[in-house]
C-alpha cells in the first residue's frame, strides 16, 4: 500500500468512527426528546386522573370513612371495521385502533339523523327517528318534531309530468391527453364532459332549485286490489320553487381501449371506505381521488344535503363486455371458463375482482346510488334481431347482475337506441323485443331525447327521455347554433375552453 493509500484509508476509518460517535450522539438526543414528549403528556394526564378521582371518591370516603383511595379509569371506545377486500388491488379500511373523541349520546345520534333527514326533504323519516327515542320530560324533542311537521306542511307536490333526466360519460381527466387530434380524440370531445364543466353544472343547476332524484321515486310497481302489479305514478314533495330531475352515467366501466388517455382507471374505496377513482397520470404516477362523477357528486351533497331528495343520487349504468367498475369481471376474462375470450388477457384474480366489486356496489347503494343496464355488449336495440337482444341480456343477467346488490329493473338503451317508437310499448308486440325485457325483469326504459322533457307511464313501465350533456351539447349552445341547455345551467360558465373547436358529432 502507497503512503498517499494508507493515508486515505485512514482518513476513511476516522470519518467512518467520527460518523459512528454522532449517530450515537443523535440517537442519545432522540431517546431524550422522545422521553421528555412522553413525561409532557404522561404528567398532564395523571394529573387529570388524579383530579378526576378525587373528585368523585372523596365524598364517598368521608361518608364511609375509608383510608385508602380506590383507582377510577375512564371508558375507552374501539372502531373495528370489516376489510373491504382481500387479495385485490384496492386500498382497505382498516379503520382507527382507538377513537380519542367522545362517542354521540343516542339522542344527540339520533338528533343529526334526523336533521340530515329534514334536509333532504324526509320529513317522515326525521320525525320517525326523533319519535323512536324517550322523550319523555324532554321538550327538545317533541319540539323538534313540531319544527318538522310544520316544515313538511310547506311543500308542495312536484309535477310528476315534467321531470327532465340529464346524463353523462365517465368524465375527462387529461384533456390533452383525452383530446388529441385523431378520430378517438375527436370523438371524446363530443360525446364526454370535462371535470371542470361537471362541478359548474350540478353548481349552476343547484342555484336553479334543481334536485336530484331516482327513477323510484317517480313510479313504482304496486300490487293491486286483484293480485296484479301495476306501475303506479308517486308523489314528490318539495318545497316551493324545487324542480326534481333525474341523472345518469353511462359507461361506468372504465374500458380498457380507454387506458392511457385521460380518464380514471377504476372505483376504488378509500381508507375511510368511501368511493373513489384510481387515476395514472401521463408520467405513470397512480393516485386515488375525485375523478369522476360519484366522489365529486358525494362531496358536492354533502356540502349540499338538499341537492340530493332523500338522499338519492345518480343512476350507474354499466355494459358487462369488459367487467365492471373497471375491474375484468367477465366470463370472457375468466381463465376457468370456456366463454374465455382469446383476445383478452385472462384474469388470474377474477373471483377476487367479483367480491370487491360486489362490496362497491353496496357501498354506492348505500351511497343513494342505482343501477341500470347499459346492455352487456352496448349493443343497439332498434336494429339488433331478437335472438341477438336474448342473447345479449342473457350475458348480462349471468355476468353483470350477480355483482350488485339487487336485481336491476333499469334499462338505459346504448346510443338511445329504444325498441319502439312514441306509441306505448305493448304485450305481444309484432317484435317481441318488449315482451323479452320485461320478462327479464325491466320496467325502467330510458332512450335520448333532445327535447327538456319526455315521459311516459304504462301500466307496466316507465319510460324516459334523456338529455346528453357532452361536448357537442355544450358548444352547440356555446356557439349559438342551438338552445338546449340553458334551462339547466348557463352555458358560457360552463363550457370548458381547453377543449378543441369546433365540435361536430362523432359516433
Not at 178 to 194: E, F
Not at 242 to 256: G, H, L, Q, R, T
Not at 350 to 360: N, P
Amino acid at each position: 500500500m502507497t503512503e498517499k493509500e494508507f493515508m486515505e484509508e485512514d482518513y476513511r476509518k476516522r470519518m467512518e468512527e467520527h460518523h459512528r460517535k454522532m449517530e450515537i450522539r443523535r440517537e442519545k438526543r432522540r431517546q431524550q426528546r422522545n422521553f421528555h414528549i412522553f413525561l409532557g403528556i404522561l404528567i398532564p394526564a395523571l394529573l387529570i386522573l388524579t383530579f378526576v378521582g378525587l373528585r368523585f371518591a372523596l365524598p364517598y370516603m368521608e361518608e364511609h370513612n375509608l383510608l385508602s383511595f380506590g383507582k377510577k379509569t375512564g371508558p375507552s371506545w374501539e372502531k373495528e371495521v370489516e376489510p373491504l377486500s382481500s387479495g385485490s388491488d384496492i386500498t382497505i379500511n382498516q379503520g382507527p385502533e382507538e377513537s380519542t373523541e367522545e362517542p354521540l349520546s343516542e339522542k344527540e345520534e339520533a338528533l343529526q339523523a334526523a336533521e340530515l333527514c329534514a334536509k333532504q326533504y324526509d320529513y317522515d323519516k326525521a320525525i320517525e327517528t326523533l319519535q323512536a327515542l324517550d322523550s319523555t320530560g324532554d321538550s327538545s324533542i317533541s319540539d323538534k318534531i313540531a319544527e318538522y311537521e310544520a316544515e313538511k306542511e310547506k311543500l308542495v307536490p312536484a309535477d310528476m309530468d315534467q321531470i327532465t333526466h340529464i346524463f353523462f360519460h365517465i368524465l375527462i381527466t387529461d384533456t390533452d391527453r383525452a383530446l388529441k387530434d385523431t378520430r378517438q380524440g375527436r370523438q371524446y370531445n363530443s360525446v364526454m364532459t370535462t371535470i371542470p364543466e361537471f362541478k359548474e353544472i350540478i353548481k349552476e343547476m343547484y342555484e336553479r332549485g334543481y334536485v336530484m332524484v331516482h327513477m323510484h321515486d317517480i313510479a313504482e310497481m304496486q300490487e293491486q286490489a286483484d293480485g296484479t302489479k301495476k306501475m303506479v305514478k308517486k308523489q314528490i314533495l318539495l318545497p316551493e320553487g324545487k324542480k326534481p330531475f333525474v341523472m345518469s352515467e353511462d359507461d361506468v366501466n372504465y374500458y380498457i381501449y380507454m387506458q392511457g388517455s385521460g380518464f380514471a382507471d377504476k372505483m376504488v374505496l378509500d381508507e375511510d371506505g368511501k368511493p373513489k377513482l384510481q387515476y395514472t397520470d401521463k408520467d405513470g404516477n397512480v393516485s386515488v381521488g375525485d375523478y369522476d362523477i360519484v366522489p365529486i357528486l358525494d362531496e358536492f351533497v354533502e356540502e349540499h344535503p338538499d341537492f340530493a331528495y332523500h338522499g338519492h343520487k345518480a343512476i350507474l349504468a354499466f355494459t358487462g363486455y369488459n367487467g365492471v367498475l373497471g375491474y375484468r369481471t367477465d366470463e370472457t376474462f375468466d381463465p376457468n371458463s370456456s366463454a374465455l375470450d382469446p383476445k383478452n388477457k385472462a384474469n388470474p384474480n377474477i373471483e377476487e375482482d367479483k367480491a370487491t366489486v360486489k362490496k362497491i356496489t353496496q357501498v354506492l347503494k348505500d351511497d343513494g346510488y342505482e343501477f341500470a343496464s347499459h346492455s352487456w355488449g352496448h349493443i343497439n336495440f332498434t336494429n339488433r334481431s331478437l335472438e341477438d337482444i336474448k342473447r345479449d341480456t342473457d350475458r348480462w343477467k349471468r355476468n353483470v347482475e350477480p355483482l350488485l346488490p339487487d336485481s336491476c329493473d333499469i334499462l338505459l338503451y346504448p346510443f338511445g337506441a329504444d325498441i319502439g317508437d312514441w306509441h306505448p310499448y305493448k304485450k305481444g308486440g309484432e317484435n317481441g323485443k318488449y315482451d323479452l325485457l320485461e320478462e327479464a325483469g325491466f320496467r325502467y326504459f330510458c332512450n335520448v331525447d333532445s327535447t327538456q322533457i319526455w315521459m311516459q307511464y304504462g301500466d307496466q313501465f316507465l319510460r324516459q327521455g334523456r338529455r346528453n350533456i357532452d361536448g357537442y351539447r355544450l358548444y352547440e349552445s356555446y356557439s349559438g347554433k342551438a338552445d338546449r341547455v340553458s334551462d339547466l345551467f348557463d352555458v358560457k360558465k360552463v363550457f370548458d375552453t381547453r377543449r378543441p373547436t369546433p365540435i361536430s358529432w362523432e359516433d
